[in-house]
């Protein structure tokens, strides 16, 4: 399965057009602001932001130097964008406390940067109970799915999981696993998953 790139996104039709927010057009927002308190409140709007557009375009997950290029950190009319510094600072403060960990580095650690990032606009646990409860609604329980029915199924093509990145729908198992809610069993390419 393929995951929602953002050069797919510049070239979506207008009829499902993004509507950025009043601060999006307002010129400090784009400028880091060196107060803490005033910096924290700006950070608090860049998530919400981030995490409304990744919603709305359906991404699971952001490269920052593709995510650069595109509205979301790019104001054309005001001339004005996010230097990848910035936004490496964004998205470290959606991954602190602060932020609540709506976000998570992608392959970080030592000596590797800080190129891509998990966007949570839900939660793996969230995603999980989602899955959880359309199971329940739907009389599926204690029947095998195989994991490209849960994502790609045409009975699924309503729900906001469908079309789910692969690794985040398995973190959203195995919280459902741990929880014994679930059992995931079979290959990698071949795997189903039984709700109880």
Same mark, same amino acid.
């Given at each position: 399965?393929?995951?929602?790139?953002?050069?797919?996104?510049?070239?979506?039709?207008?009829?499902?057009?993004?509507?950025?927010?009043?601060?999006?057009?307002?010129?400090?927002f784009w400028t880091l602001?060196?107060?803490?308190?005033?910096?924290?409140?700006?950070?608090?709007?860049?998530?919400?932001?981030?995490?409304?557009?990744?919603?709305?375009?359906?991404?699971?997950?952001?490269?920052?130097?593709?995510?650069?290029? *595109?509205?979301?950190?790019?104001?054309?009319?005001?001339?004005?964008? $996010? =230097?990848? &510094? +910035?936004?490496?600072?964004?998205? !470290?403060?959606?991954?602190?406390?602060?932020?609540?960990?709506?976000?998570?580095?992608?392959?970080?650690?030592?000596?590797?940067?800080?190129?891509?990032?998990?966007?949570?606009?839900?939660s793996v646990e969230e995603?999980?109970?989602?899955?959880?409860?359309?199971?329940?609604? *739907?009389?599926?329980?204690?029947?095998?799915?195989?994991?490209?029915? $849960? =994502?790609? &199924? +045409?009975?699924?093509?309503?729900? !906001?999981?469908?079309?789910?990145?692969?690794?985040?729908?398995q973190r959203a198992l195995?919280?459902?696993?741990?929880?014994?809610?679930?059992?995931?069993?079979?290959?990698?390419?071949?795997?189903?998953?039984?709700?109880?």
């Amino acid at each position: 399965m393929t995951t929602t790139t953002i050069a797919a996104i510049s070239s979506s039709d207008s009829s499902n057009a993004f509507t950025f927010p009043p601060s999006h057009s307002y010129p400090p927002f784009w400028t880091l602001q060196p107060t803490l308190s005033t910096r924290a409140a700006q950070f608090r709007k860049w998530a919400a932001l981030i995490l409304a557009y990744c919603r709305h375009q359906r991404l699971f997950s952001l490269t920052l130097t593709d995510a650069l290029q *595109t509205p979301l950190f790019h104001n054309s009319t005001l001339h004005k964008r $996010l =230097t990848l &510094g +910035e936004a490496r600072e964004v998205i !470290d403060w959606m991954c602190s406390k602060g932020g609540d960990g709506r976000a998570e580095w992608i392959g970080a650690g030592e000596g590797r940067s800080k190129e891509r990032a998990w966007i949570w606009w839900r939660s793996v646990e969230e995603w999980g109970e989602g899955i959880r409860e359309w199971v329940e609604a *739907t009389g599926q329980k204690n029947t095998v799915l195989t994991l490209y029915e $849960l =994502t790609e &199924g +045409e009975s699924t093509v309503d729900q !906001d999981f469908h079309g789910l990145d692969s690794e985040v729908l398995q973190r959203a198992l195995a919280v459902l696993v741990k929880r014994g809610k679930a059992q995931v069993f079979g290959s990698a390419d071949e795997q189903g998953v039984k709700f109880f």
